[in-house]
C-alpha cells in the first residue's frame, strides 16, 4: 500500500549531522561482523580497508551527486577516528583503485549489514506508530529504472511496450515493508520486473512478528497472503478487490461480520484449511460516485478494534 508523504528521496540535511547519524545507527563492529560473516575480511593492510569501502558505499547513496573520491576524502574528515581509522599519511585513491575496492567487498556485505542494523524504531510515545499495542507495519511496492546495460537487462527485463518497440531502460521492481509511524524501511527486495509484488511481498513477512499489525492495498490480496501473516502471529488489515466478495456467518454489533477465506488450488494441495477473519464493508462518495470499499482482518475483538476505527486507521494510512 502506499504510505501518505513516504518518499524514497534523501531529505537536505547538514554534513556534520549526517556523520553523527551513521556513528550513532550503524556501529563499527556491525560493519565488521558483516564483513566476517560474509567472509570479506582481509589479511593484508590496504590503502581502502574494507570497513572504510563499506562507509563508502553507505555515503555515495547520500552524496549521488558528489564524486566518489570527493564523498571518500568527507568521509574520512568528517567521521570520529574510532569509527574510521586511517593511517597518518593517508592519501585519498584514484577512482579505479575505488571501484576495485567496491567490487572486492560485493554485495552480500552490505546486505548482511542492513539486516543486522534495520529494525522497527517506534516506542510507545512515537505518534501514530501504534494502534491497540499494536505495531503498525505496511507492505508497499515501487519499480525505478536501472542502466540500460546488458547484464541489466539479462537480469531485471524491460517492461512491455508497443509491438516494434522497446522500453528505454530495464526495470526493477522493489518491494518494501514499511514502520508506518516512522516510515522506516524494515526490510527490502529487489526482483526482475516479470515477478510481481504479490510473489515478492510474502517473503517479506521474515519480518513481521507478534504484536505487530500488518497493512496491505488489494492488490496484495490472496489466500497465502493471510495465511503466511497469521503463521508468523501478526495481525493484518487489508482491503481485498472488489470482484472478491465473502459470505457472511456471523454479523457484530459494529455492522462487520464474520467470514471465512478458503485456499486455492496450490495451497490447498500443500494442506490450506479456510482460515476464519472479520469483514469491514462501506462505501465512500468520490467526485460523486461511491465506491465500495471492503476490508479484512484478524483482529475480531470490535471493543478494542471497532469497525470504523479500523477503516479509518486503513485510510489514513494509505492515498
Not at 465473502?246 to 494442506?271: A, C, N, T
Given at each position: 500500500m502506499q504510505l501518505k508523504e513516504f518518499s524514497l528521496f534523501v531529505p537536505n540535511v547538514e554534513s556534520g549531522t549526517v556523520f553523527k547519524a551513521l556513528e550513532t545507527a550503524i556501529p563499527r563492529s556491525a560493519i565488521e561482523q558483516a564483513l566476517g560473516d560474509a567472509k570479506a575480511t582481509e589479511e593484508r593492510k590496504r590503502a581502502l580497508p574494507s570497513h572504510l569501502v563499506v562507509c563508502l558505499i553507505i555515503a555515495m547513496s547520500l552524496w549521488s551527486k558528489a564524486s566518489m573520491r570527493t564523498v571518500l576524502k568527507n568521509l574520512v574528515d568528517g567521521l570520529s577516528e574510532t569509527w574510521v581509522k586511517v593511517g597518518l599519511y593517508w592519501r585519498v585513491p584514484c577512482k579505479s583503485s575505488i571501484t576495485e575496492a567496491r567490487q572486492r567487498i560485493g554485495s552480500g556485505v552490505i546486505t548482511r549489514l542492513f539486516h543486522l542494523v534495520v529494525r522497527p524504531l517506534a516506542t510507545i510515545e512515537t505518534p501514530e506508530a501504534f494502534l491497540g499495542g499494536l505495531r503498525i507495519m505496511a507492505v508497499d511496492g515501487t519499480l525505478f529504472d536501472v542502466p540500460d546495460t546488458e547484464a541489466n537487462a539479462k537480469v531485471f527485463g524491460y517492461p512491455g511496450s508497443r509491438p516494434g518497440t522497446q522500453a528505454s531502460f530495464p526495470k526493477v521492481r522493489l518491494v518494501l515493508l514499511i514502520e508506518?509511524?516512522?516510515?522506516?524501511?524494515?526490510?527490502?527486495?529487489m526482483c526482475p520486473y516479470r515477478i510481481g509484488e504479490r510473489v515478492r511481498v510474502k517473503k517479506l513477512l521474515r519480518s513481521v512478528t507478534q504484536g505487530m499489525l500488518l497493512m496491505w492495498d488489494r492488490g496484495l490480496h490472496s489466500y497465502a497472503m493471510v495465511r503466511a501473516?497469521?503463521?508468523?502471529?501478526?495481525?493484518?488489515?487489508?482491503?481485498?478487490?472488489?470482484?472478491?466478495k465473502?459470505?457472511?456467518?456471523?454479523?457484530?454489533?459494529?455492522?462487520?461480520?464474520?467470514?471465512?477465506?478458503?485456499?486455492?488450488?496450490?495451497?490447498?494441495?500443500?494442506?490450506?484449511t479456510r482460515i476464519m477473519l472479520r469483514v469491514i464493508e462501506y462505501t465512500i462518495d468520490t467526485e460523486g460516485e461511491p465506491e465500495i470499499y471492503r476490508l479484512i482482518t484478524s483482529l475480531t475483538d470490535i471493543a478494542l478494534f471497532p469497525a470504523l476505527l479500523l477503516a479509518m486507521e486503513y485510510h489514513k494510512r494509505s492515498s
Open positions: 508506518a509511524g516512522t516510515h522506516l524501511i524494515v526490510d527490502a527486495l501473516t497469521i503463521g508468523q502471529k501478526c495481525d493484518y488489515l487489508g482491503r481485498v478487490p472488489k470482484n472478491v465473502f459470505q457472511v456467518d456471523k454479523v457484530l454489533e459494529d455492522g462487520s461480520y464474520l467470514s471465512w477465506i478458503s485456499p486455492d488450488g496450490k495451497s490447498k494441495k500443500k494442506g490450506g
